[in-house]
Nanobody, 128 residues
Framework: QVQLVESGGGLVQAGDSLRLSCAVSGRTVSRDAMGWFRQAPGKEREFVAIISWSGGTTYYLDSVKGRFTISRDNAKSTVYLQMNSLKPEDTAVYYC?????????????????????WGQGTQVTVSS
């Protein structure tokens, strides 16, 4: 059984930092693209950051560029999201996901429907 378990969310103030982790078990993800998505109340799920299987290609939502960094450790089957300079509009439930896809086509990777495995989500709340 494949499991993705996120951790690291919490309540912080604007300008603070958080580091989210996503540990994968039951599947070797070294050839999978991994992504972080988020969903705020009343809004659709949106991609936040994506990393290719090798880690050589990354994509970011425009509003998080320069503040968030996605990385992965394939030996540990773990993907990370370092979030700096957090803003109240970053408040959402953050999900990690894995896609059995070894390409780097951005429109494919930004579509949550192309991800087969999802975590349960971790809440990030940024107060002003």
């Amino acid at each position: 059984q494949v499991q993705l378990v996120e951790s690291g969310g919490g309540l912080v103030q604007a300008g603070d930092s958080l580091r989210l982790s996503c540990a994968v078990s039951g599947r070797t993800v070294s050839r999978d693209a991994m992504g972080w998505f988020r969903q705020a109340p009343g809004k659709e799920r949106e991609f936040v950051a994506i990393i290719s299987w090798s880690g050589g290609t990354t994509y970011y939502l425009d509003s998080v560029k320069g503040r968030f960094t996605i990385s992965r450790d394939n030996a540990k089957s773990t993907v990370y999201l370092q979030m700096n300079s957090l803003k109240p509009e970053d408040t959402a439930v953050y999900y990690c996901a894995a896609a059995a896809y070894s390409g780097t086509i951005d429109y494919y990777l930004k579509n949550p429907n192309n991800y087969s495995y999802w975590g349960q989500g971790t809440q990030v709340t940024v107060s002003s």
